[in-house]
């Protein structure tokens, strides 16, 4: 499957948008289209129109627009099914319930893993408030223990044990110096890598140990491993709609660890603010320590030399103990430099807190910003499934009409095929018709001739006829006259000579147009009688008559 970047899965969608639209118009003309088409179909089957060859032309021109246009819209529909298949593929390619899975087990381990180190970081800072309660009280019991010893040394021994005292001092100055150097092992040992294993296998916890202890646990809390791995896979890049209202849940849970966190890490500076100042008086404190010793070493008053080995004992005395306070000054001297060495360190890890909190804070602000836009992508992606269903269902929509279009327009085919027919059967009766109208007319003429011919046989017979009669009786009379004398005889001769001629006149016919101008045709049903120039009158007549 060719991979797709979303701009061109958006672009592809508002053509099929676009394309779903244009189909939409198609089928609006082509229900504009098929109204007078039905309307023209309904007047035909109805009878009251009569096609011409313009209309069907016409109409067969638009069946093969309506055809051509079916088998676009049919090509649009298999396109856009495809498309509907692509873009399921690849929604299931991106929502597969094993790649989510995983990422759901991936994402549960770092959130009980984050869990396990707040746990342990919770625990460590109660064991740390409560390592600081302690702290200030043991500490003024130091503070006290020595003032006091050195009081009631100084008045009650003032002059008989004082290098007692001076030894005391050295000793815990010595102390002090011994813890103070293993809590700067320690915090080397930290930047080195090392967690203080050294420390714990001591077997009495003294309070500059547990400073460096303190130390410690405040720079391994400042400083987690594997953090910004974690951070990288807080959230979740795609969640299908089921999970993000769990995700949700656990995103809440992590914003309030990751809020206690902050408290802490607010009470983690209060803490470094209160060791600076604790740091600062210890400095003071041991000072003043030393001034002490320095005042009671000067302040040491000679005694009186009774015998020489008691004034040797003593002079090897005072050098020892001048040679312990040269001593002394120097631990005090490399004291005071591994002081300065754990100031400048504590300012170091003072600056590296700000920049850890300033990506603490930049962090914080690529999570949300990360989360707007994991939260945005959501939503695209719940827009893009929004839109890929509402264009299914616009696609069925438009599948739906086009097949009622290609129901409507598969009635109107069998019903123009059925016209079709009927046109050619109306055309063949048409021929039909006027073939017999002009066999009639062919028919009624001859019939017309027949009856002129008829009529004037009929009144050349009547003729004749009268002829015959006057023949016959200018016979009678001939014969008649052949009994009396020949002038009687001479005159009828005569007279039949002129019927003779006058016979044979009439019996020569007049031209055939004058007889048929002069017969006459009577109504078979009143008689009327009409001249052969007015036959046409004679037939309505006729009609009249037989209606």
């Known amino acids: 499957m060719s991979c797709r970047s979303p701009k061109d899965l958006i672009k592809s969608k508002w053509r099929s948008k676009s394309s779903n639209s244009k189909s939409e118009t198609t089928l609006e003309n082509f229900r504009g289209k098929t109204a007078p088409l039905q309307t023209s179909v309904d007047e035909i089957t109805s009878g009251r129109a009569k096609l011409t060859d313009q209309e069907r032309h016409r109409l067969l021109e638009t069946i093969q627009i309506l055809e051509a246009e079916r088998e676009k819209n049919a090509y649009h529909l298999t396109e856009k099914d495809k498309e509907i298949e692509r873009l399921r593929d690849q929604l299931k390619a991106k929502y597969s319930t094993t790649a989510l899975l995983e990422q759901l087990e991936e994402k549960t381990k770092e959130g009980e893993r984050k869990e396990q180190l707040l746990k342990s970081l919770s625990e460590e800072i109660d064991v740390l408030k409560k390592q600081l309660s302690i702290t200030p009280a043991t500490l003024a019991q130091l503070e006290t223990k020595p003032f006091h010893v050195s009081q009631t ?15 005391e001092m050295e000793i815990q100055l010595k102390d002090w110096r011994r813890e103070l150097s293993v809590c700067a092992m320690a915090v080397l040992r930290n930047r080195r890598g090392l967690w203080g294993s050294e420390l714990t296998s001591r077997r009495g916890p003294s309070k500059a140990w547990e400073l460096g202890a303190c130390l410690l646990r405040h720079q391994a809390f400042r400083k987690p491993p594997r953090r910004r791995r974690l951070l990288k896979g807080l959230v979740p890049r795609r969640l299908p709609k089921g999970l993000v209202h769990q995700w949700t849940g656990t995103q809440l849970h992590r914003d309030r660890k990751r809020k206690r966190a902050l408290e802490k890490n607010q009470q983690w500076l209060v803490y470094d603010q209160q060791r600076e100042v604790y740091v600062k008086g210890l400095l003071a404190k041991i000072y003043e320590l030393e001034q002490k010793s320095e005042t009671a070493a000067h302040s040491l008053p000679q005694p009186t030399k009774k015998t020489e080995s008691e004034g040797y004992l003593q002079e090897e005395k005072q050098k020892h103990d001048y040679h312990l306070l040269a001593k002394a000054k120097k631990d005090l001297e490399a004291e005071r430099q591994t002081i300065t060495q754990l100031n400048l360190e504590l300012h170091e890890f003072q600056r590296k807190y700000e920049e850890t909190q300033k990506e603490v804070h930049d962090l914080n602000k690529l999570l949300c910003s990360q989360r707007k836009a994991d939260v945005q992508h959501l939503e695209d992606d719940r827009h ?13 929509i438009a599948r739906r ?7 409507r327009s598969e009635e109107l ?22 073939l017999l109208e002009q066999q009639i007319q062919a028919c009624t003429l001859d019939f017309e001739n027949e009856k002129l011919d008829r009529q004037n046989v009929q009144h050349q017979l009547h003729v004749i006829l009268k002829e015959l009669r006057k023949a016959r009786s200018q016979i009678i009379q001939l014969e008649s006259l052949r009994q009396l004398p020949e002038f009687a005889f001479t005159e009828p001769l005569v007279t039949f000579q002129g019927e003779t001629e006058n016979r044979v006149k009439v019996a020569s016919p007049k031209s055939p147009t004058a007889a048929l101008n002069e017969s006459l045709v009577e109504c078979p049903k009143c008689n009327i009688q009409y001249p052969v120039t007015e036959h046409r009158d004679l037939l309505v007549h006729v009609e009249y008559c037989s209606q």
């Open 413 to 434: 085919l069998s019903q123009i095929q059925f016209l079709y027919t009927s046109l050619l059967k109306h055309q063949e009766e048409q021929t039909r018709v006027a």
């Open 153 to 167: 040394e100084t008045t009650v021994h003032c002059f008989t044990s004082p290098m007692n005292n001076i030894h």
């Open 384 to 396: 893009k499934t929004e839109k890929i269903q509402r264009l299914e269902e616009e696609n069925d």
């Open 401 to 407: 009409k086009l097949e009622e279009e290609k129901k």
